[in-house]
């Protein structure tokens, strides 16, 4: 059974040495390599390619491509939103993992941030407040910031949810 034809390969294989430079497969490379991935659904191979690419994947392989796949193959397979308690059985720690990583106090630190990035570079979006100081830390606005953006989930709170979570599988 082969789900993902040879020309559907060879477009994906352009697709990724587009995009990744460390991608420098000779045709008997591109021959080989589809063996291994014909039998994955072609919606997985692209999923996996458009993950590495938006998280600028530094060095690309056939073989943190095959990860990706496998990971995405792993996920379950609805449309429907995570609540909290699968989000955190899924991925124990990631966001406690990005706020330490990041010396960010709390989830609603975090958000600040990226918006004031993302303000210092004129993307705001039409919806969105603009009246900020740019250039102002966090700790200056934080009560102002809580205001607007409620969610402040501290790193103890995120710890205490995620180990009450844990406990509750064992």
Known sequence: MVLTSKQEWITMVNWLKLRFASIKWNDAEVRSLYEDYKNIDPEHIWGASQLCYQNNTEYMSSAKLMSV???????????????????????????LDYLKANNYESFAHAVYDLKMKRLRKGGAIKSETTHWDLEAPYETQKELWLQEFPT?????????????AMQGEK
Do not use: S
């Open 152 to 164: 402040e989930w501290t790193i103890e709170y995120l710890e205490r949810r995620r180990d009450k």
């Open 69 to 95: 796949v496998k990971e995405l193959q792993r996920a379950p397979k609805t449309n429907k939103a995570l609540t909290m308690g699968e989000v955190v059985q899924l991925n124990k720690g990631g966001l």
